[in-house]
């Protein structure tokens, strides 16, 4: 197996270079904090949706997913990070369960874990939370078994951060860790109007192009490159062939960027004008997300969705 490394370096000399594929290496703990400050830009429109959508259908929500009114209940969730959100949910499972409920939360940030095990302690003692520090696109997770019904929440829009191929492994990872009659609630982003899916991803006060720097940041302290963030630019573009916003990091001029780690001493050349796709946004049709989910052996039972359409909560489940 090729080490991560050896996979940066490899994805880093492909022509054209492409890091998309290793959207983990965003989440460090710095990344984890910008991103948090994406989620508040006026142009990030998914955040504002989707928690609309949870604060006017959780009960709705829980209810269905739960299945059964005798049913007890547990929510995972891949990708908590401060699990902000997560805590509309979970008021409403503490309302039907009428009692404690158990939440582990996955992710690769132990600075976030630890945020989202603080607030929710305070604010909603009953839950109890089970932190797994794990990247759930690369690791497994495991849920221990239970006498009743698991709820995987996949929220943010972040199955969209991933290829088509990824994000399959990812729901077969999910259908695996499930027994029959078991649900995953999963967030998509439509495709819709371009001009604002690009703004979304370029908001006017450069948060998510720092977010896309903060890549570099990280080769350079934790993989011995030696980029300079000055000689770059941030540029998202809409490839309307794949559906998906690409985020790229231009070179400002033609240069050489050296790697020194374990292997030795490595050297990328950048011509002027050449982009790293630091990582693709996709967006869905019903179409493509409903064939993904039955590929990987759920089936839809109930779409809720904002005002625009433009974000789909989709409740589905191991048959």
């Known amino acids: 197996m090729m080490s991560v490394a050896k996979e940066i370096f490899t994805s880093l000399s492909d022509r054209p270079k492409n890091l998309s594929n290793l959207q983990w290496l965003h989440y460090d703990d710095e990344g984890s904090i910008i991103f948090e400050k994406i989620?508040?830009?006026?142009?990030?429109?998914?955040?504002?949706?989707?928690?609309?959508?949870?604060?006017?259908?959780?009960?709705?929500?829980?209810?269905?997913?739960?299945?059964?009114?005798?049913?007890?209940?547990?929510?995972?969730?891949?990708?908590?990070?401060?699990?902000?959100?997560?805590?509309?949910?979970?008021?409403?499972?503490?309302?039907?369960?009428?009692?404690?409920?158990?939440?582990?939360?996955?992710?690769?940030?132990?600075?976030?874990?630890?945020?989202?095990?603080?607030?929710?302690?305070?604010?909603?003692?009953?839950?109890?939370?089970?932190?797994?520090?794990?990247?759930?696109?690369?690791?497994?997770?495991?849920?221990?078994?239970?006498?009743?019904?698991?709820?995987?929440?996949?929220?943010?829009?972040?199955i969209g951060n991933s290829s088509k191929e990824e994000a399959?492994?990812?729901?077969h990872h999910v259908y695996e860790q499930l027994k029959v009659g078991d649900a995953l609630l999963l967030s998509v982003d439509m495709c819709h109007d371009p001009s604002v899916l690009l703004s979304t991803y370029n908001d006017k006060n450069g948060v998510v192009a720092d977010f896309q720097f903060n890549v570099?940041?990280?080769?350079?302290r934790e993989f011995g490159y030696n980029f300079n963030l000055d000689q770059f630019r941030y540029q998202p573009i809409w490839n309307e062939h794949k559906s998906s916003v690409e985020q790229h990091l231009q070179s400002l001029c033609s240069q050489?960027?050296?790697?020194?780690?374990?292997?030795?001493?490595?050297?990328?050349?950048?011509?002027?004008?050449?982009?790293?796709?630091?990582?693709?946004?996709?967006?869905?049709?019903?179409?493509?997300?409903?064939?993904?989910?039955?590929?990987?052996?759920?089936?839809?039972?109930?779409?809720?969705?904002?005002?625009?359409k433009w974000i789909n909560v989709i409740l589905a489940r191991k048959l």
Request: hydrophobic residues 40%; glycine residues 6%; contains cysteine.
């Open 216 to 220: 570099l940041r990280r080769l350079n």
């Open 39 to 158: 989620v508040l830009q006026d142009e990030y429109y998914i955040t504002r949706s989707e928690r609309r959508i949870f604060e006017l259908n959780s009960d709705d929500i829980i209810v269905k997913a739960a299945g059964d009114e005798k049913n007890r209940l547990r929510i995972a969730e891949l990708g908590s990070g401060t699990a902000t959100k997560t805590g509309i949910l979970l008021r409403a499972a503490l309302k039907y369960q009428r009692g404690p409920i158990t939440y582990f939360p996955i992710d690769v940030s132990t600075t976030a874990l630890d945020e989202a095990q603080s607030s929710l302690n305070y604010l909603l003692p009953d839950v109890c939370v089970m932190p797994q520090v794990k990247n759930y696109v690369t690791d497994d997770f495991i849920l221990p078994s239970f006498d009743g019904c698991t709820l995987v929440i996949y929220i943010g829009v972040s």
């Open 168 to 171: 399959k492994n990812i729901l």
């Open 256 to 308: 050489q960027v050296k790697c020194i780690d374990q292997f030795g001493e490595k050297t990328l050349h950048f011509d002027k004008g050449e982009t790293i796709n630091m990582i693709d946004s996709y967006k869905f049709s019903i179409e493509e997300i409903n064939m993904l989910l039955n590929i990987t052996g759920f089936t839809i039972e109930h779409i809720w969705n904002d005002e625009h």
